[in-house]
């Protein structure tokens, strides 16, 4: 299945100059959506994973589905002062300025293994704050799977030396 063919690409969104890659297109389609969390799930299992953790909120629907999928449960990564209970924080550098993503102190055991799922990689900011942010809670990352990489923008080199997996590059 061509994954990338259900994949929109709408210029100058949000900012002149950016391709954005939508996924609505790909959520939309039954067997597309099917497919994509099936091949996740497959690319995954030899990681065998405790938990799959999500960033909020474009990795919750892949982290979610994902999780059910390989019969584990999901650990919601989530923007200040979304979650109720204790929380680790970290802050994190975007294209202008910064921003803070969080996870409960008690999301899982110590020691758990845990897979960060998104749906896209593009400067790795987002995805090497939530690797952090998943050790902090005391879990063992064993992996981070996106549906989505920029390759250009060599995300990867923010990720912590764990198997990547991406369904589709640009
Ligand atoms: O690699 P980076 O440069 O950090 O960009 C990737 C992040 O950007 C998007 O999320 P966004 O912050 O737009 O939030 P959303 O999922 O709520 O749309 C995407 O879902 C990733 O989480
Ligand atoms: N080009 C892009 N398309 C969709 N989501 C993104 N997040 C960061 N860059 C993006």
Redesign the pocket.
């Known amino acids: 299945m061509d994954i990338k063919a259900l994949i929109r690409e709408v210029p100058d969104f949000p900012k002149p100059g950016i391709s954005f890659k939508d996924i609505t297109t790909l959520l939309g389609n039954a067997e597309g959506l099917q497919y994509a969390i099936a091949t996740l799930a497959d690319h995954c299992a030899d990681l065998a994973p405790d938990y799959v953790a999500g960033?909020?909120?474009?990795?919750f629907i892949f982290g979610t589905a994902l999780a059910c999928k390989m019969g584990v449960g999901f650990v919601p990564i989530r923007k200040l002062g979304k979650l109720p209970a204790a929380v680790h924080t970290i802050e994190y550098d975007l294209e202008y300025g910064t921003d803070k993503l969080e996870i409960h102190q008690d999301a899982y055991p110590a020691g758990s293994k845990v897979l960060m799922v998104?749906?896209?990689?593009?400067?790795?900011?987002?995805?090497g704050a939530a690797a952090k942010l998943i050790q902090q809670a005391g879990g063992t990352l064993v992996g981070c799977a996106f549906v989505i990489e920029l390759k250009d923008l060599n995300?990867r080199q923010h990720l912590p030396n764990v198997p990547v997996i991406a369904l589709v590059q640009y």
């Open positions: 960033m909020e909120s474009r990795g998104d749906d896209l990689i593009a400067t790795g900011g987002t995805a995300g």
